[in-house]
């Protein structure tokens, strides 16, 4: 089975990323079209992809963010993902230090 290998973080299978594009599409299409979010039976009467596999995709295959996104914040300073991550694990330095 063919690996794709367009930049994603996980790497799908090609009949997957092209069921994938399939879905994409249709949501474009019935977004159009109806002005507003389509359902998954929507979705499937357009494609033909069955509905628990539009799930399925739609569930598991979502757009990877870097940690270093910067995000633009009116409130405070702009920041980027990793340093709103919590620093929980500690460090061999700081075991030392407390014995």
Do not use: C, H
Request: no cysteine; proline share 3%.
């Amino acid at each position: 089975m063919a690996i794709s290998e367009n930049s994603r973080m996980i790497r799908l299978p090609q009949n997957q990323l092209n069921q994938k594009n399939v879905i994409d599409k249709a949501i474009a299409a019935l977004e159009q079209k109806l002005n507003r979010e389509p359902s998954i039976d929507e979705i499937n009467k357009r494609t033909g992809i069955k509905k628990e596999t539009v799930n399925k995709l739609l569930r598991n295959v979502q757009k990877t963010t870097s940690l270093d996104f910067q995000i633009i914040s009116e409130k405070s300073d702009d920041f980027n993902l990793y340093d709103k991550i919590p620093n929980v694990i500690e460090t061999t330095d700081n075991n030392l230090n407390i014995e």
